[in-house]
């Protein structure tokens, strides 16, 4: 707490000034003008990494860059391109050999087309849920959803948000998802309780999505399948949703569902060299899409270095009191620090323990904190137009990321469902004392 003290409003607000610049730049500008398309994410971020880089303090340019460049270089960063690359292969790949087609024909055989839409929820929630990994759902469904809104005539932009929204229902709860590990640890409760107290919040936004989901399928018009499935051209996708449901890792499923396609293409007359060619496609396609990732991480690092996360924390602190303001102040903690790092996780991993002080301090129950720190990363990274999820997702797409934005029922009704959860202080067994999972 000393430590937040120390930094000046000025210091704190200028530290977080890049993240203002890019909404503005990005979402307002683009609200404004009506066109989404209009302004280039990868400019926006240009314009707000290099002002991150030029007001970080007491620091020459090199060390500035020298800290961009870890930042957008860790790790976990280059985990996810590696991620984005085989994402793009493969969907290339399965599009062009007909793969996509036939399980999005064979999909539309089994299912009314009233009921695509809430199967395409439902199927993203279940999928989700058993990975435990939101990027993995994307990967797996974009292209299919992407498929079929061509082949039903529907809107592009809210196949996609189905599919991230239903996404997001398992990364929230799942059992394996890192959010649920990060906010459970460092909480002291266990994972079935928590589970418990979020489905009461998670359950009925889920549900209340899925009604609005089939009041509007319900009004889709019947389609003619002009090309029946053909059955083997459906084992890659197959291949990939058992290997993703079997809990593989996300590059691994990919892999498998590359080398699945090959075969398949093969047996059906494609060439080799046409297919490195579809791949090669597919993987240039995510170009953008890696250069706005590298560009996010490394003003997301400049801004925790100059201190504007620091700072936010320490502003949050000093205006918490009562069950209800610490509950909501938890909530407004993770939402904003997952606005600045555009990653659930870090952002959980960041304020896990003061969240668990405030907690400790004003009553809050060890398992409602885990719950509103997953919960409320989830909906944020869901919403904002740079998370890797959107990132990914709008990619496959080849759609706007703030497209989907309007179709984003699932956090919306999550983030009324959190609201009602502060103010009436449910799910109410949780206000009695619990002992921490050792």
């Not at 707000?48 to 303090?57: E, F, G, R």
């Not at 359950?203 to 029946?228: D, K, R």
């Not at 209800?324 to 938890?330: E, K, N």
């Not at 469902?417 to 009695?432: E, G, K």
Request: hydrophobic share 55%.
């Amino acid at each position: 707490m000393d430590s937040m003290s120390q930094i000046s409003a000025k210091r704190g607000l200028l530290a977080l000034s890049p993240v203002a610049l890019f909404l503005l730049l990005y979402v307002a500008v683009s609200a404004v003008i009506g066109d989404f398309y209009k302004i280039p994410l990868a400019v926006a971020l240009v314009v707000a990494a290099a002002w991150s880089v030029a007001v970080m303090p007491q620091r020459g340019l090199t060390q500035r860059l020298e800290v961009f460049s870890k930042a957008a270089g860790h790790p976990n960063v280059i985990y996810m391109i590696w991620i984005f690359i085989l994402a793009g292969a493969f969907a290339s790949i399965a599009k062009e050999t007909g793969a996509v087609t036939s399980t999005v024909n064979l999909t539309l055989s089994l299912f009314p087309v009233q009921y695509i839409v809430p199967a395409l929820f439902v199927a993203s929630c279940l999928i989700s849920l058993a990975i435990g990994t939101s990027v993995g759902t994307v990967v797996a469904l974009t292209p299919l959803a992407v498929e079929t809104a061509a082949v039903t005539g529907a809107s592009v932009p809210f196949y996609t948000a189905v599919v991230m929204g239903g996404a997001f229902f398992g990364d929230n709860l799942s059992f394996i998802s890192d959010t649920t590990i990060a906010a459970t640890r460092s909480q002291g409760c266990k994972m079935r309780d928590k589970f418990i107290a979020n489905s009461w919040i998670a359950v009925p936004a889920a549900l209340a999505t899925l009604v609005i989901y089939a009041v509007i399928g319900h009004n889709s018009s019947p389609v003619e399948i002009v090309h029946p499935a053909n059955p083997w051209l459906v084992i890659p996708y197959l291949i990939v949703i058992v290997a993703a449901l079997a809990g593989i890792n996300v590059t691994v499923v990919l892999l498998l569902g590359i080398a699945s396609s090959i075969i398949v293409g093969l047996v059906y007359g494609t060439s080799l060299i046409d297919m490195a060619g579809y791949m090669g496609s597919g993987i240039d396609s995510m170009g953008d899409l890696i250069i706005v990732t590298l560009l996010a991480a490394g003003m997301l690092g400049a801004i925790k270095a100059a201190g504007g996360i620091t700072y936010l924390l320490g502003v949050m602190m000093r205006h918490v009191s009562g069950l209800r303001g610490a509950q909501t102040a938890i909530a407004a903690l993770v939402s904003l620090t997952n606005l600045c790092t555009a990653n659930n996780t870090v952002a959980i991993i960041t304020v896990g323990g003061i969240s668990r002080e405030i907690g400790e301090r004003y009553g809050v129950d060890a398992r409602k904190n885990a719950s509103l720190l997953d919960t409320c990363s989830c909906i944020v990274q869901c919403l904002i137009p740079y998370g890797a999820q959107t990132l990914l997702a709008t990619s496959l797409a080849g759609i706007s990321p703030l497209s989907p934005w309007p179709y984003l029922y699932y956090p919306w009704a999550l983030t009324v469902m959190v609201v009602l959860s502060i103010i009436f202080l449910f799910p109410r067994r949780l206000h009695r004392p619990l002992n921490p999972a050792s």
